[in-house]
C-alpha cells in the first residue's frame, strides 16, 4: 500500500461500496503478519480475510473468491493497539505544561483550575481529539477515565464523541474531584448502561472509574465495597486510578480482605506498593495498567514504572497514555519509554555484581500494547491479536518507508522504528478509519476551529494561560 497510491483509493472505494454486508470479503495479501497469537506468532509472505467485522482465517495463499483484495506487499500487518487509561476530555489543552514537576501541580491546575468550567461541549471536543489522534496512530481501542462527569450531559457528550470517531471505545465514567457537579455519579451509570451500552456486540463499552484512596478527592471518588457492588450490579468492570505508595497498598490489602480484587478490576500505575500488596495483586488476577512516560515523566511516586513489579507477581500489564496535557499520545513513545527504562535499570542493578540482567524484549512490550492491553480492558476475546473469531481492529504498516527499510525485524520494526507516518491504514471492527496515511471522514478544518474554540473558552473562563495562539 504505498503512499497516494490511486490504485488503493480505489479498493477502499470497493470496500465502502459493501460496507453494509456481513459477509463482505476483504483479503490483505502478501504481508508480514505479527499476529500477537501465542499459536500463531509471525507470518512472513502471508494473508489475512476480513469477513464482515471478524478475522475469517491468517495464512498463505488464502483463496480470493469474492474478496476485495488489498495488495500488502512490504507492509508488517499487527493488531490494533490498546489503551489502557487517558483522560480524553482534556486534549484541547495538549502540552500546556509540558515541565509539569509532580502530580500536584496537574491537580491544581487542570483537575481544580481547568476542570470545572468545561461544558458538555468541551467533553465532546476533547474526547473526540483524543479518539481521532489514538486512531491515527494506530489504537484501536481507548478507555476514556472520564473524571469530569459533572452533569448526565457532560457523560453523553464523552460517550458520543467515541461513537461518532468509530474508534472501540470503553467509557470509564466518574465523578469530579474538584467544583460544582450534579452529584449525579455513580447514580447515573445505570441510565448510562442503558442508553449507551444495551448490546455486547457493539464498539462501546461501559467501565466504573474510580479512584484508590480518599486523599486527593474525599471518600465519594475511593474504591470500595460501595463502587464494587455497583459495579458487580450493572456487570462492568471497575478501573482504579492514582494507586500509589503506602496509601494504595493498604488499601489494596483491606480490598484482598473485602473480596474487592479480582480480574475485573484494573489497577492503574501502580507505583511505589508494597510485597505484600503485590502479591494480593497477583493471586486475584487483578489487572495492572502502566503509564510508562508519566510515572517517569511527573514523577509519580517512585517515578519507575512498576512491569517489573508486575512481572514478578505473574501478571502481564496493558499500557496506556494517561494525561496529554504533559505527555505524548501514542503507544509507540509509551512501548519505547517501557523497554528503554526496563532494561536501564535492569544493567544498572546488575553492574558490579556479576549477576545477568533480566530484561524485557520488544516482543513483551508489543504484547502489552496489544493481547494485554485488550485483556487489562476486559476486551481480549474480541481484539488484541489477529486470531480468526476476533473482531478485525488491524493496523498495516509501512515496512519499506525512509525510516523502517530494510526489514529485518518485523517487531523491532514496529517497537523501535516505526510511527504514526508509517500506519497506512487502520481498521476497526472491518471498517477502515485510515487508509493511505489520512484518517477518514474527519473535516481537519472544522476541526481545528472546533478545538480551538473550545481551548480559547476554557483557559478564558479558568483565568488560565494566553488562550490567543493559533
Not at 36 to 43: A, C, E, F, G
Not at 206 to 211: M, T
Not at 371 to 386: E, I, P
Not at 410 to 433: E, K, W
Request: charge should be negative; include cysteine; glycine fraction near 10%.
Amino acid at each position: 500500500m504505498p503512499r497516494n497510491d490511486t490504485t488503493s483509493t480505489a479498493v477502499l472505494d470497493r470496500i465502502r461500496l459493501r460496507s453494509a454486508d456481513p459477509a463482505r470479503r476483504v483479503l490483505f495479501a502478501g504481508a508480514t503478519i505479527v499476529t500477537m497469537d501465542p499459536d500463531l506468532k509471525i507470518l512472513d509472505h502471508a494473508d489475512l480475510l476480513v469477513v464482515g467485522d471478524t478475522i475469517a482465517a491468517v495464512g498463505p495463499g488464502l483463496n480470493r473468491d469474492g474478496a476485495v483484495v488489498v495488495d500488502a506487499t512490504d507492509t508488517i500487518l499487527t493488531p490494533g493497539f490498546v489503551d489502557t487509561h487517558r483522560h480524553a476530555w482534556q486534549t484541547q489543552l495538549r502540552r500546556i505544561m509540558p515541565d509539569v514537576d509532580n502530580l500536584g501541580g496537574y491537580v491544581s491546575s487542570t483537575l481544580a483550575g481547568y476542570a470545572p468550567v468545561y461544558r458538555p461541549q468541551d467533553m465532546y471536543v476533547g474526547t473526540r481529539l483524543a479518539a481521532l489522534s489514538a486512531l491515527d496512530s494506530g489504537i484501536t481501542c481507548m478507555l476514556d477515565f472520564s473524571h469530569n462527569a459533572r452533569t448526565p450531559e457532560h457523560s453523553d457528550a464523552a460517550v458520543q464523541a467515541l461513537l461518532d470517531t468509530g474508534i472501540r471505545g470503553v467509557h470509564a465514567s466518574m465523578g469530579p474531584h474538584f467544583g460544582e457537579w450534579d452529584r449525579q455519579w455513580p447514580g447515573d451509570l445505570a441510565r448510562l448502561r442503558q442508553r449507551w451500552f444495551g448490546s455486547d456486540d457493539q464498539l462501546l463499552t461501559l467501565r466504573v472509574a474510580a479512584l484508590a484512596t480518599e486523599e486527593l478527592a474525599g471518600p465519594a471518588l475511593a474504591y470500595g465495597p460501595g463502587l464494587a457492588r455497583a459495579a458487580r450490579d450493572l456487570d462492568v468492570g471497575v478501573s482504579v486510578d492514582a494507586v500509589f505508595g503506602a496509601p494504595s497498598s493498604r488499601a489494596v490489602l483491606q480490598w484482598a480482605a473485602d473480596g474487592l480484587l479480582g480480574p475485573g478490576l484494573t489497577l492503574i500505575h501502580a507505583t511505589g506498593l508494597t510485597p505484600r500488596a503485590w502479591r494480593a495483586i497477583g493471586e486475584s488476577g487483578t489487572t495492572i495498567a502502566l503509564a510508562p512516560t508519566s510515572d517517569a515523566q511527573i514523577g509519580l511516586e517512585t517515578a519507575v514504572p512498576a512491569v517489573d513489579e508486575a512481572l514478578a507477581a505473574g501478571i502481564r500489564p496493558g499500557l496506556s497514555i494517561d494525561v496529554e496535557v504533559a505527555l505524548a499520545g501514542d503507544m509507540f513513545t509509551q512501548m519505547r519509554a517501557l523497554h528503554t527504562v526496563q532494561r536501564m535499570r535492569a544493567v544498572n542493578a546488575a553492574y558490579g555484581t556479576g549477576g545477568q540482567p533480566v530484561r524485557i524484549t520488544t516482543h513483551d512490550v508489543l504484547d502489552f500494547a496489544t493481547l494485554q492491553g485488550a485483556r487489562t480492558n476486559g476486551l481480549d476475546a474480541v481484539t488484541g491479536s489477529l486470531t480468526p473469531g476476533k473482531k478485525a481492529d488491524l493496523l498495516v504498516i509501512r515496512a519499506e518507508d525512509l525510516n523502517n527499510m530494510p526489514l529485518n525485524d518485523p517487531i523491532g520494526t514496529v517497537v523501535l522504528g516505526s510511527d504514526a507516518r508509517n500506519i497506512s491504514a487502520v481498521l476497526v471492527a472491518g471498517t477502515p478509519r485510515k487508509w493511505n496515511g489520512q484518517v477518514l471522514d474527519v473535516d481537519l478544518p472544522a476541526l481545528r476551529e472546533e478545538v480551538r474554540a473550545s481551548r480559547t473558552y476554557v483557559l478564558g473562563a479558568a483565568g488560565g494561560p494566553a488562550a490567543g495562539r493559533s
